[in-house]
T-cell receptor
Framework: EAEVAQSPRYKITEKSQAVAFWCDPI?????LYWYRQILGQGPELLVQ????????DSQLPKDRFSAERLKGVDSTLKIQPAELGDSAMYLCASTPEGGDTGELFFGEGSRLTVL | GDSVTQMEGPVTLSEEAFLTINCTYTATGYPSLFWYVQYPGEGLQLLLK?????DKGSNKGFEATYRKETTSFHLEKGSVQVSDSAVYFCAADGFQKLVFGTGTRLLVSP
């Protein structure tokens, strides 16, 4: 069964360091999402891509976060510099072309701990 | 903006007990509604959905009915199993963006 791949699964870093997360969506899925899930809360959308274009990055803290999906396939989310409050699970999800925007396929997530 | 409110957990039940997890939403218009489940160590996965008023979504013995008059989408199961232990998220699809509730942890003991 096709899955959304994410790496690394776990990342521990010190504040002010740079960190990057990678996501490979299900093959053929045109829409890719990055969500942040703080412990005890629901996922919150950071950025949405349609192919290689950003559709919504209104909740992305652009002073320190960046995201790209250069060839419209896999994607990278970067944080620089990391802050203590960035400790969270970073989730990647995708949906197929023409799919229901509410029916997301999630990866297992990348858990970030900032010390 | 759109929002989703869920009952706080954890919900602790014995096996074969009846489950209800409450969910209400605030939205402009009539969003599609979803329940996602996150098992320990796994990613979120769609459990069920309903796209219009009075629709009932169902899967794996779980059910939820879209109630427009009470803006609710409560999750129910008649007889829970230990394997149902997980975190359950209610979500609403408003303006092309999925908004999640804070999640409710369910713990089922033998």
């Amino acid at each position: 069964e096709a899955e959304v791949a994410q790496s690394p699964r776990y990342k521990i870093t010190e504040k002010s360091q740079a960190v990057a997360f990678w996501c490979d969506p299900i093959s053929g899925h045109a829409t890719l999402y990055w969500y942040r899930q703080i412990l005890g809360q629901g996922p919150e959308l950071l950025v949405q891509f349609q192919d290689e274009s950003v559709v919504d990055d209104s909740q992305l803290p652009k002073d320190r976060f960046s995201a790209e999906r250069l060839k419209g396939v896999d994607s990278t989310l970067k944080i620089q510099p990391a802050e203590l409050g960035d400790s969270a699970m970073y989730l990647c999800a995708s949906t197929p072309e023409g799919g229901d925007t509410g029916e997301l396929f999630f990866g297992e997530g990348s858990r970030l701990t900032v010390l | 903006g759109d929002s989703v409110t869920q009952m706080e957990g954890p919900v602790t039940l014995s096996e074969e007990a009846f489950l209800t997890i409450n969910c209400t939403y605030t939205a402009t218009g009539y969003p599609s509604l979803f329940w996602y489940v996150q098992y320990p160590g796994e990613g979120l996965q769609l459990l069920l959905k309903a796209t219009k008023a009075d629709d009932k979504g169902s899967n794996k013995g779980f059910e939820a009915t879209y109630r427009k008059e009470t803006t609710s989408f409560h999750l129910e199961k008649g007889s829970v199993q230990v394997s149902d232990s997980a975190v359950y998220f209610c979500a609403a699809d408003g303006f092309q963006k999925l908004v999640f509730g804070t999640g409710t942890r369910l713990l089922v003991s033998p």
